[in-house]
């Protein structure tokens, strides 16, 4: 796996998630009805990047567009508790939901690739 990749796509991805928990700590909209599905998008579209950007192989891609979709997720969900703005038992579903839907996103930039 290309780790500089890894680090540039999660700190894009990164910032996105927290343009949104920030948004959506002072506008109710965003918090009741983007977090969930917003937040799974970032992640797709960053292993999407991540995997079509590397052009490896498979298992690169999977694995790569996991961990960028999941990490990032993780970063943004822990600043939206810390806010308490989501339940604890968000920052475990969330994570899991986004290293998946990363993971997805991988396996479209390999096809798209």
Known sequence: MNTKLILTTVAVATA???????????????????????????????????????????????AGGA????????IGIGVSQALKDVAPMILALGTLSSTVTGAIGGAIGKLLG
């Open 67 to 74: 961990m960028v979709g999941g990490l990032c997720a993780l």
């Open 16 to 62: 996105v998630q927290l343009a949104m928990v920030i948004a959506g700590h002072y506008v109710p909209f965003i918090k009741n009805n983007v977090f969930a599905l917003g937040g799974m998008a970032i992640s797709l579209v960053a292993g999407l990047a991540y995997a079509k950007l590397a052009g490896g192989g498979w298992v690169p891609s999977l």
